[in-house]
């Protein structure tokens, strides 16, 4: 983990903790090791640490994420949410903070070499959507199971009726590029309404959605709630919402934002390069998926806003898709203890 930064990986650890410890005869903790990629050179430091590491007294782990899933032990499970990208996708896209040097070169293969050993010796691997699972097989030649994350409050979430707004949840930053959903409300034709609620990660990215914002002159269209919100807001946010929207860069898993849409019977708007929320969001059939442009988000903007029937079908659609994958708690729990 990095210190002081919460997301979706620390609360899929809670809520698979407390699932765990609701389980007879399991008892479980979460084991969250400090961890920074800056400056690269010291990855090799954390592999150490956690390649050194010893848990001799628990009878199972279940690891989530580099390097803590480095950690040895003879009956390891490896539910993999992703791995250091930097050194494998990120860094064919120029994206990575590992250097193309010399020593950048040593480090990333460090890192795949790490990877390699601990992967061979996991009982089991599971990948939290295709998208991982495709990028495990084509980097490490490992094959896994897809075993997407659950719901973590499932009787929440559910259609509340249309207050006719489109609602953007989670996390705000450039990668969940939620200043796209502001840019495209300038250019479209109706009268659409958004709500964007969530942490902003740093105050630029509050700053950057208030100022397009004032630009734009959305001020009467465009609500902007920023700060950690008890589940019960976001929920109602959602059940009450036309449809939602989460345009994430190749998100690793589906998205506990996707998720909850979907489970409130509500359609997604997303892109074409979001990754895992893919396999849940169908163009014209769960949602609308379209290019990473402005004026393409602004045209599925427009159809939801002009069709509420439409929207109604493909959410309909959408929570039908969800329900048919059977992603539950007590399938996942009974999966990762087999």
């Not at 019960?232 to 345009?247: F, G, H, M, Q």
């Not at 860069?249 to 893919?278: C, F, N, Q, R, W």
């Not at 849940?280 to 509420?308: C, H, M, R």
Request: proline share 6%; net charge neutral.
């Amino acid at each position: 983990m990095a210190p002081f930064v919460r997301g979706g990986a620390e609360a899929l650890a809670c809520h698979l903790s407390a699932r765990l410890n609701a389980t007879s005869g399991v008892q479980a903790e979460i084991l969250r090791v400090p961890f920074s990629w800056e400056p690269f050179e010291h990855l090799a430091n954390e592999i150490f640490l956690n390649r050194t590491l010893q848990l001799p007294n628990v009878d199972r782990v279940i690891a989530l994420k580099f390097p803590a899933y480095l950690i040895p032990h003879d009956l390891k499970i490896l539910w993999l949410l992703h791995q250091f990208r930097q050194a494998y996708d990120l860094r064919d896209r120029g994206q990575s903070n590992i250097p193309d040097t010399p020593r950048g070169e040593k480090i990333m293969e460090l890192v795949r070499r790490a990877d390699a050993q601990a992967f061979s010796k996991c009982r089991r691997i599971f990948t939290i959507s295709r998208v991982t699972q495709e990028r495990l097989k084509r980097y490490n030649a490992f094959d896994s199971e897809v075993l997407i994350t659950p719901m973590n409050h499932p009787e929440m979430f559910v259609n509340r009726g249309d207050n006719g707004y489109i609602f953007a949840g989670g996390r705000i930053n450039s990668s969940k590029r939620q200043y796209l959903l502001v840019e495209a409300m300038a250019l479209t034709n109706s009268s659409a309404r958004l709500i964007v609620a969530g942490p902003p990660d740093t105050p630029g990215d509050a700053d950057r959605l208030r100022d397009t914002v004032e630009r734009l002159k959305l001020e009467d269209r465009v609500v902007l709630d920023f700060g950690f919100h008890p589940v019960e807001k976001i929920a109602d946010y959602v059940n009450r919402a036309r449809a939602c929207a989460y345009l994430p860069v190749d998100e690793d898993g589906v998205g506990y934002v996707t998720i909850e849409a979907v489970s409130a019977s509500k359609p997604v708007i997303t892109l074409s390069d979001s990754g895992g929320i893919l396999q849940l969001v169908v163009d014209n059939e769960t949602g609308y998926v379209v290019e990473p442009d402005v004026k393409a988000l602004a045209d599925a903007l427009d159809s939801i806003w002009s069709d509420p029937g439409n929207s109604k079908r493909m959410g309909k659609a959408a929570l039908l898709l969800w329900e048919s994958l059977n992603v539950t708690w007590p399938v996942t729990v009974e999966k990762l203890l087999s």
